[in-house]
């Protein structure tokens, strides 16, 4: 039997070819999602695609009230999504946001026995969260060891991180390769209603130069 | 200004407690819940009571669907849960229960500028759950300060468990003396409509006990 890994799904870029890699080491793959009030609700749309086009064993949309505890520019339309560049940590940073997903990750992968949770983030081209960088991922998992069960007992749990250390050419060059079609994804943290993208928030734009850097035509559609 | 804290409350004994100490330590409290389909539903009820009692500045419920991704005696209306002690981590154990509630706590407490995060987890007299020992709560701690914006920029939160080394007759005797009216709390795992003790589970055997050792009256209603 192959192994099996929960993959974190999101709709956009990176996790369709966390997936992909996933899949392409043989992994048997559960993937989880989130519809947690983010204003980019064509992600969860995007990633039922991915999800489809890759095929998993079970593709589970968790419906999580986040709304109700952060204050976020993706989750709070009171605050604007920034067009230019910004110092720092941004504003479309979630509290917790990875901490809760790989939480939740964790949970499920229990209870399947999945040892392995992958999850898309990278610290080369990304918006500087603190939850993207190798410290956090190797804290996470560290934790999750003592947390659970089956981390106690056979300390068995593995958060893989493909992408970390991948320029965002690099990903979708990967990706490419392993047939991942990326005008299913959606990067855009503020998308019009049809899920085309602005074009000029901090995601449009890595996801722009990874596209010109790789040599790859950028299939997104902009408003 | 005092010193803010998120303090998760179940519903419980112990959390009752906790709540009580965090208080009398001077902080202005935010108590946070779940409804995550435990089947001792009526511990949310003892939780609103407790909470009301005690006084915080804010209650937030959270829904939370872990039953979706969770098999566990809590949460499984087909898993019995046990009327004698077992072996090992028991069935009631809800995969990355504490893991998943201190996330959700991390991502209010940074939004609310709160450093300390208190959760009634208890090593002594307990079920023998992973995510209640002092190492699993370290582990947490650190990850906390590397997966968030406050924790980077301040390495500011702390992870607080007043409770961890007490005994259950000690943890009792501290709530009386801070008058915590016990009553109003519901530890057992297995509790009739009318949210009455079963008087057999673990969670009830440990309670019963600790009252006996702490020389107070127990004031459960037993079926």
Redesign the interface.
Known sequence: MSQQAVVLVSGGLDSATTLAIAISQGYSCYALSFDYGQRHRCELEAAKKVVQQTGVIEH?I?????V????SALTDPSVAVPHQPTEG?PVT????????FL??A???A??LRAFNIFIGVNAVDYSGY??C?P??ID??E???N????L???EHAFKIKTPLIKMSKAGIIQRGVSLGVDYGLTVSCYDPDADGRACGVCDSCRLRAVGFKEAGVDDPTRYQ
């Open positions: 589970k968790l419906h999580l009230d986040l109700g505890i952060t204050g940590i940073y979630v509290p917790a946001r990875n901490t809760v939480s939740l964790l949970g499920w229990e209870v603190p939850d960088r410290d956090f804290a996470f560290k934790m999750a003592l947390a659970t069960k981390g106690v007992e």
